[in-house]
């Protein structure tokens, strides 16, 4: 891929900043309309981030119609919309599977590359990159923005760009590491933009049960947690896990976000560990499996419907740690199950924003144009992905509205510079 160096004025039509999805989607789409292209990279290579998503595996999109799309998306659902009709789950498949890269969905919608392997969502986006000889400029940190007439001028070490259109899909403040330090938000602010306060969203919880940590790493495949805040039930469903301070996973990470913009300290919360089952059946079946093994510990027995970890801390939380299934009385079963449909957690609060998935917050949407990704404050600025204020749950949403706002970005890029030449 060509890389440019010791240049000390490029013009060009378009400068997308940030080579994330939804900057490399931009670039893509506004290159496939015959538009000169420049593409600014802080890091030395492309979708850094991109190759954490999915634990490496790359949930690139979700199953499902629109409308369940939209909804997933909610509060951001009518600001979304039209970006998500305009290229849709199904345009990012076929964007993919017509550039050689199988996909394939799991139980639950999400969608993966066949190979399970992020580097190739990836390859596909800068290998297209370079078919269409978009130019980037990696190693190149923006400090700035400025527009002279209907220029924007935007200064590197040692060489300045001039571009008649600018996309900003620099992205939040989460995985700081992989670039997204929030730069943009500052570009951002130049222009006038109001800046939503960036909170974490999907992210870790910490709990103020210290238990947590002997059973970090261990996890349950379905769970159900729920909390009430002012007489508002919030719940979500999913696998869990616990860490060295609380709990994570995508359950706990949707729940996150339900309660980013409302979350009071030390709120108390319960999870069900045996959401599959309804409370009659978990006690027939654990009834019965007490009653066929009598002499076993009930922390074994439990471990038939947990892991083995979980079903031994809760044994000595209920002091049950050396009683035989055949010493549980009435009662004690009760309280078990009660347990196991309703364990009590107290979240201190959740993980620093430095650890979350994605960014909570970001540029207004209402300064936005959402039929183009526009902004409303100035003429030929875009925006697209995590720096905007909009946020998804876990399983491609939010890389799903990366690649269709920085699609719908380069299309109106494109558009207006036409109309305007």
């Known amino acids: 891929?060509?890389?440019?160096?010791?240049?000390?004025?490029?013009?060009?039509?378009?400068?997308?900043?940030?080579?994330?999805?939804?900057?490399?989607?931009?670039?893509?789409?506004?290159?496939?309309?015959?538009?000169?292209?420049?593409?600014l990279e802080s890091n030395t290579t492309a979708g850094r981030k991109l190759l954490l998503t999915g634990r490496g595996r790359c949930n690139l999109t979700h199953t499902g119609s629109i409308d369940d799309f939209l909804r997933a998306y909610k509060p951001f659902d009518r600001f979304v919309r039209h970006c998500i009709h305009e290229f849709s789950p199904e345009k990012t498949l076929n964007f993919f599977n017509s550039r050689g890269m199988s996909t394939i969905a799991e139980p639950g919608g999400y969608v993966f590359p066949k190979t399970n392997r992020a580097e190739d969502v990836k390859k596909v986006l800068t290998d297209e990159l370079k078919k269409l000889n978009v130019r980037i400029l990696f190693g190149k940190k923006v400090n700035s923005i400025t527009k002279q007439d209907n220029s924007f001028i935007i200064p590197l070490e040692k060489s300045k760009i001039s571009a008649r259109s600018v996309i900003i899909a620099t992205g939040g403040l989460s995985w700081p590491?992989?670039?997204?330090?929030?730069?943009?938000?500052?570009?951002?602010?130049?222009?006038?933009?109001?800046?939503?306060?960036?909170?974490?969203?999907?992210?870790?919880?910490?709990?103020?049960?210290?238990?947590?940590?002997?059973l970090a790493g261990t996890g349950v495949k379905n769970i159900i947690i729920s909390c009430k805040i002012e007489n508002k039930k919030?719940?979500?469903?999913?696998?869990?896990?616990?860490?060295?301070?609380?709990?994570?996973?995508?359950?706990?990470?949707?729940?996150?976000?339900?309660?980013?913009?409302?979350?009071?300290k030390n709120l108390p919360i319960s999870i069900d560990l045996t959401a599959d089952m309804k409370i009659d059946e978990l006690d027939k079946k654990l009834s019965d499996c007490l009653a066929q093994n009598p002499r076993q510990k009930i922390a074994?027995?439990?471990?038939?419907?947990?892991?083995?970890?979980?079903?031994?801390?809760?044994?000595?939380?209920?002091?049950?740690?050396?009683?035989?299934?055949?010493?549980?009385?009435?009662?004690?079963?009760?309280?078990?199950?009660?347990?196991?449909?309703?364990?009590?957690?107290?979240?201190?609060?959740?993980?620093?924003?430095?650890?979350?998935?994605?960014?909570?917050?970001?540029?207004d949407t209402a300064q936005?144009?959402?039929?183009?990704?526009?902004?409303?404050l100035c003429q030929a600025m875009f925006f697209a992905g995590e720096i905007i204020n909009v946020d998804g749950p876990c399983g491609g949403y939010n890389l799903q509205f990366a690649f269709s706002s920085g699609s719908l970005a380069g299309k109106s890029a494109v558009e207006l510079l036409e109309k305007i030449a």
């Not at 400068?15 to 670039?27: E, F, L, N, R, T």
């Not at 909170?199 to 947590?212: D, G, H, R, S």
């Open 177 to 214: 590491k992989t670039g997204s330090t929030g730069d943009g938000f500052g570009f951002a602010k130049q222009f006038g933009h109001n800046i939503i306060k960036p909170v974490p969203a999907l992210v870790p919880l910490i709990t103020a049960e210290k238990f947590c940590a002997c």
């Open 1 to 39: 891929m060509p890389v440019l160096s010791k240049v000390e004025r490029m013009e060009t039509d378009i400068c997308v900043i940030g080579a994330g999805p939804a900057g490399m989607m931009a670039a893509i789409t506004a290159a496939q309309k015959s538009k000169q292209v420049i593409l």
């Open 234 to 264: 919030i719940s979500s469903a999913g696998p869990m896990m616990f860490t060295h301070n609380g709990i994570g996973g995508p359950a706990v990470f949707d729940f996150s976000r339900t309660i980013a913009d409302i979350f009071k």
């Open 300 to 363: 074994s027995v439990l471990a038939k419907f947990l892991p083995k970890a979980i079903a031994a801390q809760i044994c000595l939380q209920e002091n049950l740690s050396e009683t035989n299934a055949s010493q549980i009385s009435k009662k004690l079963r009760t309280n078990l199950i009660q347990k196991l449909k309703n364990f009590p957690f107290t979240i201190i609060s959740p993980e620093s924003i430095e650890r979350a998935t994605v960014t909570r917050g970001g540029v």
């Open 368 to 376: 936005i144009d959402s039929k183009t990704m526009q902004s409303k």
